[in-house]
């Protein structure tokens, strides 16, 4: 007998919440970090590697995958965890973000969004039903509703009539999805950074009684602290039986200070963009490996990680191979950084259970101000 897809909530300290999500594939523990595998590969990681980390859940893109290698292929192909080798949960982004940063090449209709792909010029056709059918045909365990994703700041009609048809193609995906006990989809709430439209677009989401609800269109240009705000009016009119996504997010600070509003979930490409780009993070807070401090530097990342990449190579060595391209440079500071972020989530997990979480939180924003120090 296969497990239906549920959440349980096991504790609470403030707005924290300490969860796991139950499905087919396996529990996700939450507070929970996804670690982003846009085209089927968490960028310069081994999917095994993401495992040890502590991921539970990883995210595929659906406006990528649907171009290279094409929904179908995967699904003829086993599904996306049998053609990446990943045997635990996965979730689906609907597409829209993706389509939204394509203004230039997109027309939006009340049936959907036309648009020319990024790679070849070709025109797509992408409607609340195709996106559930992409998502389905890719085998996701959860599957996002096709929004529309207004960027900040953006005039209040504008914010509106996102929000309207977002919740009209709710509706719709809602339907196309169907009965699937083993699966899910989760609703998205947009309002932009307007607290009254925030508030409308989460009752009428909750009002569906979908497996989850996301919260949308932040960190997409707005200050950290109206990205809380919006946290503040939304999370408390979503039922409290059902996780809660924070879309997009974030940093560590980001996610820190969301979980003390109620979030369940993230995702970002920060650990692993960053990681390519020569910047580790870590307790002490970010260490850029460009810097010419570390040329002569013995010392590893972290003496106290449990990471092989933040112990086991000195900084000299970690940026000799960033200033000269060499690709392990990116495959260790990404590997650093996914391990953190795991390991911060279950801090924080461990945290809200213990009644700490208030403690916990400015105990590791003040390490993140201390920063990191140089050697001697």
């Not at 960028?43 to 991921?55: F, H, I, N």
């Not at 946290?231 to 997010?249: E, K, N, Q, S, W």
Request: aromatic share 6%; glycine share 10%.
């Amino acid at each position: 007998m296969t497990t239906p897809f549920s959440f349980e909530l096991l504790a609470t300290d403030g707005a924290a919440r300490r969860g796991v999500v139950h499905t087919a594939r396996g529990d996700i523990r939450t507070p929970a970090f996804m670690p982003v595998g846009t085209a089927g590969t968490v960028k310069a990681m081994y999917l095994d590697q993401v495992r040890d980390c502590g991921a539970d859940i990883i995210l595929g893109n659906t406006y990528h995958l649907m171009l290279r290698p094409g929904a179908e292929r995967v699904a003829r192909l086993g599904g996306l965890h049998k053609m990446i080798g990943w045997k635990h949960p996965i979730l689906t982004d609907s597409g829209g973000f993706q389509v939204m940063s394509l203004a230039a090449l997109r027309k939006m209709t009340e049936d959907g969004v036309t648009f020319q792909s990024h790679i070849d010029g070709k025109r797509y056709e992408m409607s609340p039903e195709r996106s559930i059918e992409i998502q389905g045909l890719l085998g996701s365990d959860i599957q996002m509703q096709l929004d529309e994703c207004t960027k900040l700041p953006a005039e209040p009609d504008a914010i509106r009539k996102a929000m309207e048809l977002s919740l009209r193609w709710a509706e719709r995906c809602k339907t196309a999805f169907g009965d699937q006990p083993e699966r899910a989809m989760f609703g998205i709430v947009q309002g932009g950074d307007n607290e009254i439209m925030r508030a409308e677009s989460a009752k009428a989401l909750a009002e569906m009684d979908l497996k989850g609800y996301a919260v949308g269109g932040l960190a997409v240009g707005e200050p950290q602290d109206v990205m809380l705000a919006m946290l503040d009016v939304t999370c408390p009119l979503l039922p409290a039986d059902r996780p809660r996504y924070l879309m997009g997010v974030g940093t560590p600070q980001d996610i820190l200070r969301s979980v003390g509003h109620g979030v369940d979930m993230f995702d970002c490409v920060m650990p692993t963009r960053a990681g390519r780009h020569g910047l580790a993070f870590t307790r002490h807070g970010k260490v850029n490996l460009k810097n010419a401090r570390h040329a002569d530097d013995h010392r590893p990342l972290d003496e106290e990680s449990t990471c092989p990449a933040a112990r086991g190579y000195s900084r000299a060595y970690l940026h000799h191979l960033i200033r000269s391209g060499e690709m392990l440079g990116a495959m260790l500071l990404t590997w650093n950084n996914i391990h953190y972020y795991q390991q911060l989530m279950q801090g924080i997990r461990d945290a809200v259970e213990a009644k700490r979480y208030a403690d916990f939180s400015a105990e590791t924003e003040a390490a993140w101000e201390r920063g990191d120090i140089p050697a001697l």
